[in-house]
C-alpha cells in the first residue's frame, strides 16, 4: 500500500493535532469523562485501498483517508457514545459536555486492573504496491483461470488497508496499535454441458500485498474455486435425515462461530441473552473438545495487539475438555459479573462504540488423523465448508448450509452433493463429537457482523466427526 505515513507514531501523530502530550490527553479525558463509571478516548486515522477484476475489466480501483475520534461514556449498564471527524481538544470537550448532559448515572471513575506491555501481533506496516503493479496480478489471476476450458468469467479482488489507533483512558492508560490488513478473493463461474456453476476462495490477514501476490499463494487460491465449481457441476442431490456427519478443517468452524462463539460473548452473558448464561462449569461438549479464542495468533485477521479499549489481547480458554470455562469480555461485562477484562472490546471504526467480539476463534486439535476419521465413518457425509446459517438465540437451534459436500460410503468420499443443510442445537452439538482431527487450523478471511458493525475474524477447527446430534437437510432419501 503506497503510504507516507506508514511508520508514523500515533502518540505523536495525535498528539500533535490536539496539541498535547501524553499528560495532557489524560487531562483532557478524565475533564471529558467527569463523573463517568469508565470510558475512553479512541483516536484513528485509517487508510484503504482496493482493486477489483471483473470478467477482464478493471474496475472500481478506489483509495480513502480518514481520520477521527470516539468518545465512549460507560456508567453500569448504560454507554453513551459521541463522534466525530475533526481531532481537537475542543471537539472532544464538547463530546463530553454532550454526554454528560445526556447521562443520567452519577457514579465516579473506578480504578481498574492493569497488564502488562502487550506484545506486537503483526508488522505495523505495509509495503507499497502501485495500482499498475496490483492491476497486473489481477490480470494473472484472470489468464490463469482461463487455462481450465471449463472457466468462462473470473472475479478477483485485492485489497488493503492500514489503520492507526490511540486510546486515551482517564486512570492514565495510553495504548497505540499500527494495524496492516491485507486480502484477497477469487470467484470463477464454469460451465459443462449446458450447466453452470461458482465457487470462490479468499485469503487474508494482517500483513501486506507480498503475502499475497506471490504465485504460489494465489494459484493455490485460483485452483481450490476452479475444483469446487467443477466438483458442483457433477454433484448430485444431498442426502437428508440422520447420519453420521464428518466437518472439515478450517471455514467449516464458521458453525462453531456462530452457533458457540457468539453465546460466549459476555454481554450476551449479562444481558442473560444467551443459552450459555448458566451453564459455566457444566458439560457443554465432548472431552475431545477445547475451544479457545485468540487475539495473540501471529498475522491472523482477527489478530490484536490490544484491543479497542486499550487493553492486551489474550488467549482465552472458553472450552477445556468439554467443560464451559470463560467468556470473552470487555470492561463492561468484566465489571458487571467481577470478572476480568480478555480484550474483547472491538469496534469497526472510531464511528462505532465497543462491544464484545470474537478474534480468532478456533476449536484445538485432536489426535486423529483425519483421513482416519473418513475411513472409519461407513456411511454419513462430510461437510468441507459452510456457506449462510441461522441461530435462534433464545432455543439455540440452528440451520446452516453447505454449498457442495460428499457422500461418505464405507470409509471413502464418493459422490459430491449440493443442497445441503445442517440442523442442530448450540447446547447439545458438541457433545456428540466422537473424533477430532490432528490438522486444526483457521481458513478463509472472515467477517463478523453484529449490531450493525462488522469486524475481521479468524475462524477455524480441526476435521471432527459428529457421531449424531445433528439432522441434514437434503432431497434424496436419507441412507441407512
Partial sequence: ??????????????????????????????????????????LERSESESVSLDDGRIESPSRSVDQGFGLRRVNRES????????????????AGKELREIATAKQQYEEQETFPKPKAC????????????????????????????????????????????????????????????????VTVQCAEGGKREGASASIGGRYDYLSLIRPKVWKSEVDRAIKN???????GPCPSGVM????????????????????????????????????????????????????????????????????????????????????????????LLAMRPTGSGRRQSFEHRTQVRMRNTLMESGVTPPEEIIATTKRGLYMPSFGGGQVDPVTGQFV???????????????TPVVGATLIGNCTTVLTFVDCVGNDSKLGGAGTCGKGGQSVPVGIGQPTLRLSGGVTVGGTETSPE
Fill in 244 to 335: 453420521p456427519v464428518v466437518l472439515g478443517p478450517g471455514w467449516a468452524g464458521v458453525l462453531l462461530h456462530e452457533a458457540i462463539g457468539h453465546g460466549l460473548e459476555a454481554d450476551c452473558m449479562w444481558r442473560k441473552t444467551t443459552v450459555f448464561a448458566d451453564l459455566v462449569g457444566k458439560r457443554v461438549a465432548s472431552e475431545l473438545v477445547t475451544v479457545v479464542d485468540d487475539g495473540t495468533l501471529t498475522d491472523e485477521r482477527g489478530s490484536l495487539t490490544i484491543d479497542d479499549e486499550g487493553t492486551p489481547t489474550e488467549r482465552t480458554v472458553l472450552i477445556k475438555d468439554g467443560i464451559l470455562v470463560g467468556f470473552m469480555h470487555d470492561r463492561q461485562s468484566a465489571r
Fill in 400 to 414: 446452516f448450509s453447505c454449498e457442495l459436500a460428499y457422500k461418505i460410503e464405507d470409509g471413502k468420499l464418493t
Fill in 1 to 42: 500500500m503506497k503510504s507516507t505515513d506508514n511508520t508514523i507514531d500515533p502518540v505523536r501523530y495525535f498528539g500533535k493535532l490536539l496539541g498535547l502530550d501524553s499528560v495532557g490527553m489524560t487531562a483532557l479525558v478524565k475533564r471529558a469523562l467527569k463523573g463517568a463509571e469508565d470510558g475512553e478516548l479512541y
Fill in 122 to 185: 503483526y508488522a505495523g506496516a505495509l509495503s507499497p504496491l502501485s495500482l499498475a503493479a496490483r492491476v497486473t496480478v489481477l490480470r494473472a489471476i484472470d489468464r490463469y483461470a482461463r487455462r481450465d476450458k471449463a472457466v468462462t468469467n473470473v472475479d478477483a479482488y485485492l485489497a488493503a488497508s492500514l489503520v492507526h489507533v490511540l486510546i486515551v483512558r482517564a486512570d492514565g492508560t495510553i495504548a497505540s496499535d499500527v494495524r496492516p490488513m491485507a486480502r484477497m478473493s
Fill in 229 to 235: 465449481a467443477k466438483e458442483m457441476l457433477r454433484a
Fill in 79 to 94: 454507554v453513551l457514545y459521541a463522534h466525530g471527524n475533526t481531532i481537537s481538544s475542543r471537539a472532544i470537550i464538547r
